[in-house]
């Protein structure tokens, strides 16, 4: 009878920090090392446009998405039935990909629940800054201290901080950034990194085959009920956190595209994390008749209020879709392999769907 733990590991950070980004990187070990992973990805907003972009880059791996809401608050109550599920397909490790306005401690709560215990158990939680931004939180969201006081906790309650856009950034920022984490964390494992880019271990270490684990079952005769965890050579912090098993509850499947042409936000949470955060999903037509730049220019001309965007858009050669992203003030397209409908996502604080829409429908009216 198989008995081990899975090791559930939590990707945390601000939205746009890179937390997708050091996913694929993950999987990428995984597939090579025969680890068999399950993924569960959150999205605040009905649209999962991660959940596209990790299933088009990686085979058999198992992946849930939980959309409309943040595990660490509205959705809470879906994270042991999700577990649950992906605990039965018997991976290696989980690897749950946060919000980027979700708090990991909620999560690491989550799993105490009764259900679950025995049956997941917390690994370790990584936090991604994006070194570029992160040392401006405080001023950019100062009206929203909900929202402040969970990206600190992003980076206090984590066992490793991944410092990333090392590329962007100065020397002098770099030190600043590293004192920050510093004074919130000194425990944690510091890692600067371009593109999350860091040693698998930071992730992966203690971790077992299955098949590694049930031939040490069968030698020894008792179960391996304890994953076995060598500790993680770099400095980790796991104090003030729960160590017991976790869990997570059920689910929705991602989300189809709704037939709807323009937008959906999401309800804020008086409770949640992410108080003032909305999302609005808009669903051009196939070729909406403006160019690349007015459509950036549409999505940054909110200034701080847009703090991400992303999506799959036509303007490619030829109308191809393109990977659209906007994370702080930088956009990035890049190929795709998407082949649906057009649509992009807009969060930030505040965003009104109604007037985005209208705003929308004015510039794309031929
Ligand atoms: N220049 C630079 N860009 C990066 C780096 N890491 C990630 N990016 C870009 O930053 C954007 C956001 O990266 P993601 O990995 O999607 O970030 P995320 O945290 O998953 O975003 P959300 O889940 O939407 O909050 C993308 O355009 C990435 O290509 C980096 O180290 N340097």
């Given at each position: 009878m198989e008995q081990s733990v899975i090791p559930v590991i939590v990707l945390s950070g601000f939205l746009g920090s890179g937390k997708t980004t050091l996913l694929l990187r993950l999987l990428k070990h995984a597939n090579e090392n025969g680890l068999r992973v399950s993924v569960l990805m959150n999205e605040v907003?009905?649209?999962d446009v991660d959940g596209v972009l990790v299933s088009s880059s990686t085979a058999n791996q198992i992946i849930e998405s939980i959309t409309e809401g943040c595990l660490c608050c509205?959705?809470?109550?879906?994270l042991a039935s999700c577990l649950e599920r992906l605990a039965l397909q018997r991976p290696d490790v989980i690897v749950i990909e946060l919000?980027?306005?979700?708090?990991p401690e909620e999560i690491a709560e989550a799993m105490t629940e009764p259900a679950v215990i025995g049956k997941v158990a917390l690994h370790r939680i990584i936090t991604v800054l994006d070194a570029e931004h992160a040392l401006d939180y405080n001023s950019i969201f100062s009206s929203d201290r909900e929202l402040i006081r969970t990206l600190r906790r992003q980076i206090e309650v984590a066992d490793a901080v991944i410092a990333n856009k090392?590329?962007?950034?100065s020397d002098r920022t770099k030190v600043k950034v590293e004192q920050m984490v510093r004074e919130r964390n000194p425990g944690c494992a510091l890692v600067p990194a371009i593109r999350c880019d860091v040693p698998p271990d930071l992730a992966f270490a203690g971790i077992v085959r299955l098949s590694v684990k049930q031939l040490a079952f069968s030698r020894m005769g008792?179960?391996?009920?304890e994953r076995s965890s060598p500790p993680l050579k770099l400095s980790l912090k796991s104090a003030g956190r729960p160590q017991q098993e976790a869990i997570l509850v059920n689910s929705q499947p991602a989300?189809?595209?709704?037939?709807?042409?323009v937008s959906s936000s999401s309800q804020p949470d008086s409770?949640?994390?992410?108080?003032?955060v909305r999302t609005v999903a808009i669903y051009p037509e196939a070729?909406?008749?403006?160019?690349r730049r007015h459509f950036e220019d549409f999505i940054t001309g909110r200034g701080n209020r847009c703090l991400r965007a992303k999506g799959y858009m036509?303007?490619?050669?030829?109308g191809k879709l393109m990977l659209f992203q906007l994370a702080g003030r930088r956009v990035e397209w890049s190929p795709a392999n998407y082949e649906g409908r057009p649509y992009f996502v807009m969060i930030g604080i505040d965003l009104n769907a109604a007037q985005i829409e209208q705003e929308w429908r004015k510039l794309t009216k031929s």
């Open positions: 907003g009905k649209v509205t959705k809470k109550s879906e919000t980027g306005v979700a708090n090392a590329d962007l950034i008792t179960p391996t009920s989300q189809a595209q709704t037939n709807q042409s409770s949640g994390s992410y108080s003032r070729s909406p008749p403006l160019s036509p303007f490619g050669t030829g």
